[in-house]
């Protein structure tokens, strides 16, 4: 079993930045893949980025590439998504979630946490 929860969201200004955090509870952290989704009102959860088990290798989403950082860091069980440049549309409630099912890129994983929102203003 795996808790996970995530931190870090908030209110900003366009242009700002955040960092979430995602802190998860068990020995096996480290066995599993980690990824971001989103999901803003009457829209679909979103992929934003994965992180492999070991992060040697990182994916995003085109829509956040080169504006999303992700990492972790397997010694404190927790995962990371450093936003830059955020835009309005960038407004939704951030999820990681441990352990794909298949394509990271779809929200089917094993465990996630509870979301935290980021809301941008312009």
């Known amino acids: 079993q795996v808790q996970l929860v995530e931190s870090g969201g908030g209110l900003v200004q366009a242009g700002g930045s955040l960092r979430l955090s995602c802190a998860a509870s068990g020995r096996t952290f480290s066995s599993y893949g980690m990824g971001w989704f989103r999901q803003a009102p009457g829209k679909e959860r979103e992929f934003v980025a994965f992180?492999?088990?070991?992060?040697?290798?990182?994916y995003y989403a085109d829509s956040v590439k080169g504006r999303f950082t992700t990492s972790r860091d397997n010694a404190n069980n927790t995962v990371y998504l450093q936003i830059n440049s955020l835009k309005p549309e960038d407004t939704a409630v951030y999820y990681c979630?441990?352990?794909?099912?298949?394509?990271?890129?779809?929200?089917?994983?094993?465990?996630w946490g509870q979301g935290t929102q980021v809301t941008v203003s312009s």
């Open positions: 979630g441990a352990g794909p099912k298949g394509d990271y890129r779809l929200p089917r994983y094993d465990y």
């Open positions: 992180v492999t088990r070991r992060g040697a290798s990182t």
